[in-house]
């Protein structure tokens, strides 16, 4: 089991502390140092390169979303704040997961699970293949760690908290516990492409792009949304040579 380096990250006292009894409780996770100032936090968080930040939004000087965007490219967030209107941006950043306050501990432990799993993930998809040699990857589906190959899986779909990957051999897509942000990361850039907010699309799978720029993968009929647009009209461009 993979022990996980944490900083606590909030402007109240309590709020710390109560986190910093769950961290004690929680046998996977390893407390680095906890801060009431964001700017201090930052500093550290720099130099110790934590693999968890359990960070607050609304903070003075600096606030959360400010902060997880100067992270380091390693360190994943969960974000704990009284205000759920913040739920939609915090998926847009590299979060794994967003904890409404007041926190119970059985929440805190499934977004300290999620961060363990999604570790675990990207340790054996980064097992010594390199990128252009990769097959395949592994997705933790109902418990079990399933290896799935790249060549199967026509696209990506957000659901929230979890996301589906269909695949071509299947009816049925693989349901799993990330974020859009971590199977991204998951996937091989050369394989794989964003086009939307919602859906990450295998470049092999593609059938057919409408005048209107929707993509036809198997059954499916996928929108490139505006800001991910320009990317993937390079990439046809590219094939057109």
């Known amino acids: 089991m993979k022990t996980l380096r ?11 502390k109560m986190l910093e009894g769950f961290v004690e409780r929680t046998p996977f996770l390893e407390l680095a140092a906890s801060f009431n100032d964001p700017v201090l936090a930052l500093s550290e968080i ?26 380091p490219p390693d360190t994943r967030v969960i974000f704990t704040t009284a205000f759920k209107q913040y739920a939609f941006e915090s998926y847009e950043v590299s979060a794994l997961d967003f904890l409404l306050k007041p926190i119970r501990y059985q929440k805190f432990l499934e977004a300290a699970q999620k961060a363990q799993e999604w570790f675990a993930l990207k340790e054996a998809a980064s097992a010594p293949v390199p990128s252009a040699e990769k097959t395949s990857v592994f997705l933790k589906v109902d418990g079990v760690l399933r290896k799935v190959e790249l060549s199967d899986i026509q696209y ?15 009816r049925q897509p693989l349901v799993t ?10 996937l091989p850039p050369e394989q794989f492409m964003r086009i939307h907010r919602s859906y990450i699309l295998g470049l092999e799978h593609i059938a057919s792009v409408s005048p209107q720029g929707d993509v036809k993968v198997g059954e ?22």
Do not use: W
């Not at 990506?156 to 299947?170: I, N, P, Q, T, W």
């Open 6 to 16: 944490c900083i606590i990250v909030d402007d109240e006292p309590l709020a710390v």
């Open 46 to 71: 720099r130099a110790k390169a934590p693999e968890l930040v359990f960070l607050d939004i609304q903070m003075p000087d600096l606030d959360g979303m400010e902060l997880s965007r100067m992270l």
């Open 156 to 170: 990506v779909e957000g659901m929230k908290d979890y996301v589906m990957f269909h695949l071509a051999s299947a």
């Open 177 to 186: 516990h990330l974020t859009m942000k971590a199977a991204e990361d998951l």
């Open 220 to 241: 499916a009929l996928l929108h490139v949304s505006e800001g991910y647009r320009p990317a993937f009209d390079a990439y046809l461009q590219g094939l057109s040579k």
